[in-house]
């Protein structure tokens, strides 16, 4: 029924899900805006927005990601395929809508 994913595996996504969770720790409570990388500056003065909505899809990346082994004892390959997919659409969608709400383009980027 699973695929039997190696022990790297497992331990990769373990600790990549940790690593999600942390970072939306540090940007929520911590306010560390820097870690979201050089998108641009803020159209407003919407920080915490920013911040809630950014660490929540963190911990949700991080959530995701930490289920992968344990979808995989249950489920087969491909439902964690299927998983997988919907965490990199879901985030093509999310970083798309929140540079083009929250922040301006700066000119470094092209």
Known sequence: MDANLPIWFNLTTYFLGVAFLFLGYKIKLKRQISLLGS???LKKKDLNTVCKLSSVYSVL????????PIVNLVFNLYIVMALVGVAIVGSMIFWLTLSKVYFTPSAKQF
């Open 61 to 68: 990346l991080g959530a995701n990601i930490i289920t992968i």
């Open 39 to 41: 998108i641009g500056k």
